[in-house]
């Protein structure tokens, strides 16, 4: 399996999804190697992902070193090859001077990973793989599973598309054998823009772990204040310049509300700077980063969570509020809104109904215990065991 | 002799907007004009105009042999009189052919006997004169909103001067007994109770054109042949009368079934048609003990479709908490949407029992979710006692219906 994040070294959707994946697949006897890039320093990595976590046979991991994240675009690279820990003459030879360059030589390594390590299958989780993978299948001739969490159309949030990124996309989802969507919202953005015919295409909706452990009641912010959350990268994808104008609104109406923003990116700055413009940085407090020992308390603190994407190919965060007693409203244009009934659900433009929407879970107690009471039932239909289950017959349809 | 009674359900709510927090005190009015006047024309077209010309074919074609029952709501009779008058025409029609009967209900369609009795007598009466007015006939039978049903309403509607009610024939209150008989009301003297064949009824209501049941397709001589082998006085076929072209759709063949239904089985020489008060003229077999409501809503034949969840609970409480004050403010304005807010059916949107029988729900349910009904609802409410404040009534009770904050509703 290639992958380009694994916890606790991730940032987002992507990790987690592929830790749950994994653990899911190691319950119904498979046996998976986790091929990751990373920084050096991987050892803490392995050790934290050594085989005693996972029941049954054992998840390994594979890493092979390269300075990408998974929601990095070509432009960020550059700035990471810039810093003075990793630029210099040497650093510009181990690493690619580029993304693309970094793509081919990770597909390059992962040729050669294919060709030690046995396998009957190969699952590639989103684009910066999908090069490895096609590698890979040249390598062993196994066949090749695309794993889409995300696409280009959804990672610019409607503002265009790198046609590089759009091209690997596109390359992977013609060679894979077969293609795995997270969502229908996402298929039909594979059928619709990358030319791939429906009946190859199999959508399979993410879960969400339930190992969290108990944690106590979190602090309050303050006595008075209810708290809304955004949780989530800050970039034009999730929507947070929205989840700000929805805040707006509402703190013309109420003024004992806190909105948290929590999580960082690229448009961390601009954001800081908007809440200024619309005079309420005294209402909305940022987080920056939140680690994942911090999420389920951070979940609880809020009275609502709030995931306002402007296009979500699934979105994990509202099942993790859900997990944690928190109602949700969610943006329509999410791949988690097809399979989640006990919740509110807006669309991300609609300041006024999302406002509105917020208003009333405040203030009335009824609708926010039922959201409370039916999402925490609900949630625990998500468990990770089906999406593997659902992998695995994808596998054994390709072998038989 | 099994008697065959057909009653059929009409009804139409007065269906909410999506009503916001910010139009509360500035904007009164809460129902989707156009999404109603859209749904009564084309439920008139695919269905009552051509189902009430069809039954009425089949009356004179069997000289009044066939006949039916009818609960019109006042909810929908004014919707067809504003959208589909030639809705009205047709049941009048129907009416002056001298075997149909118009049942009494509350006019609202409401749950009003859980929450006021003043009100339901009202709504009662409200509804019996639109009856007289209407179809020139007093009506002696009452059924209650989705055969909402116990000893205690049976008593009350005998005072009331009927003479028969139905309820629905659950399993729950029968036990071992057959529906195909007439009952007595435990703690009343003479009021009939007719219990509705639920298996058979919802045969046609339900799986119809269920391609998965074994029985499908249902032909009209295969229902005859059943109801032939009924053991009783009666078979109480009551359903939604929207059941014909709405629910079945008319490529499922419901029309055809309907149909050749009355001569299917009249094929049958012991099998004739009743109306409701025909059937309560008969001598009843035993006595029927109800105390808990029941309903011919879902598996549960409850009120759980209604009154289910804590939402559910809360809206329809807090709204009959201001029945007082509505009705000292003497504004026919305020008491009309007050009462067109008791419709059963804006409970029956909150409803989150969507495991079990979540396509029923989801299909009629105008929102996108209960959660999103319950808010326009409760936003609805909250004008409401603006309204009741504006024209000058005070109490503290009103001020802790008022639950959200002055800086939305203002000051008053």
Redesign the interface.
Known sequence: MFGWEFPPYSSGGLGTACYGLTKGLAHHGASVTFVVPTKAGSSEFVKLLSAADFPGKSVRIKGISSPITAYMTSEEYEQVLDQPSVSGKAAKKVYGKNLWEEVLRYAARAGSIAKREPHDVIHAHDWLTYKAGIAAKKSSGKPLVIHVHATEFDRGGGNGVNQGVYDIEKEGMHSADRIIAVSGFTKGKIVEHYGIPPEKVEVVHNAVEFTNPSCAEPPRISEHDRVVLFLGRVTLQKGPDYFLYTARKVLD???DVKFVVGGKGDMLPQMIEKAAELGIADRVLFTGFVADEDLDRVYRMADLYVMPSVSEPFGITPLEAMRNGTPVMISKTSGVSEVI?????ADFWDI??M???I??TL??S??H???KE?GSHEVTKFDWRVPARRCIDVYNKLLC | MVSVCFYFQVHQPVRMRRYPVFDIGRDSDYFDHKKNEQVVKKVAKKCYLPTNRLINELIRKTRGKFRVSYSITGTALEQFQEFAPEVIESFKELADTGHVEFLSETYYHTLAYLYSKQEFREQVSLHKKMVRKHFKQTPRIFRNTELVYNNELARTVEDMGYKGILAEGADHILGWRSPNYIYQPQTSKKIRLLLKNYKLSDDIAFRFSNRGWSEHPLTARKFADWVAAAEGQTVNLFMDYETFGEHQWEDTGIFSFLEHLPSELMRHSHIDFRNPSEMARLEPVGKLDVHHPVSWADVERDLSAWLGNRMQQSAIQRLYELESYIRRSGDKGLLEDWRKLQTSDHFYYMCTKWFSDGDVHKYFNPYDSPYDGFIAFMNAVNDIVIRLKTIGMKSKALNSCYVLPPSIVGEI
């Open positions: 109406h109420m003024s009934t006990h919740c509110l659900k006024d109904d406002a509105s929407k208003i009333a203030h009335y009824e609708l215990q039922t959201l039916h």
